[in-house]
């Protein structure tokens, strides 16, 4: 996968928009980025991916910049629930065989949102 | 929708003996799961890459004949711990990609604790 930058750790007062940052240099034009996170002792949850353009789901705001190599993921109103670990990945682009949809996570940004 | 469960959530098992986790895709098929391994402050580390009707790939340096895996329906996918020890403890978590949805959306199960002692 291509690799991956992202602060350790942030902090956010609840109810504060969330703005976690990526870096993803390496970044090819057909890969996506694609954002997951862990709450501790739970299995990870998809959160939202995207190519170029900007996109929105119930969950979160995910923003590229135009030259892809860095991306942020907005919480707009963090909540107590939203402290987790947060990881970026960027699958690299493959046509299928038996690593078809791997996924590799990092070390991730530790949010932790303040009451 | 787009749920996956693992069974069972915590195991306790004796040294030298066997495991056997399941992780099933509730709500829609999955022709591909993956076997992740998770230790205490680390990140998930990828074991296996399940595919339904053949044998699993495995990520180098796991013993393909100490974690069996079996991925014999499009819903179901079984991890089992031959012979487990002590370094065997870990949390286990599975997940799966809908066949019909994007390459690298992964839904996840909550995962297995296993103790060996």
């Known amino acids: 996968d291509a690799k991956t930058t992202q602060p350790p750790s942030m902090d956010c007062a609840e109810g504060r928009a969330a703005n976690l940052p990526c870096n993803h240099s390496?970044?090819?034009?057909?890969?996506?980025v694609y954002w997951y996170r862990q709450i501790h002792s739970q299995g990870p949850q998809y959160i939202i991916h995207?190519?170029?353009n900007n996109e929105t789901n119930e969950m979160a705001s995910l923003i590229i910049t135009e030259d892809r190599k860095s991306s942020t993921l907005i919480l707009p109103h963090a909540t107590l629930r939203d402290t987790a670990v947060y990881y970026c990945?960027?699958?690299?682009?493959?046509?299928?065989?038996?690593?078809?949809?791997?996924?590799?996570f990092g070390q991730g940004t530790i949010l932790t949102v303040h009451p | 929708g787009a749920v996956v469960s693992q069974h069972p959530s915590r195991v306790i098992c004796k040294s030298g003996t066997s495991v056997k986790i399941e992780c099933r895709s509730l709500?829609?098929?999955?022709?591909?799961m993956f076997w992740y391994r998770q230790f205490p402050k680390q990140s998930l580390m990828l074991m296996a890459t399940?595919?339904?009707?053949?044998?699993?790939?495995?990520e180098q340096g796991v013993e393909k004949d100490k974690f069996l895996i079996n991925h014999a329906s499009l819903t179901l996918s079984t991890l089992t711990v031959t012979s487990a020890h002590p370094e065997d403890s870990s949390f286990y978590i599975c997940?799966?990609?809908?066949?019909?949805?994007?390459?690298?959306?992964?839904?996840f199960g909550p995962g297995t604790r296993l103790t060996v002692t």
């Open positions: 997940s799966a990609r809908d066949s019909g949805g994007y390459s690298y959306e992964q839904y």
């Open positions: 390496t970044i090819s034009g057909n890969e996506y």
């Open positions: 995207g190519l170029k």
């Open positions: 399940s595919n339904e009707g053949s044998k699993a790939t495995y």
């Open positions: 709500d829609f098929q999955a022709t591909t």
């Open positions: 990945i960027v699958p690299r682009a493959r046509a299928g065989g038996t690593s078809y949809g791997k996924l590799t």
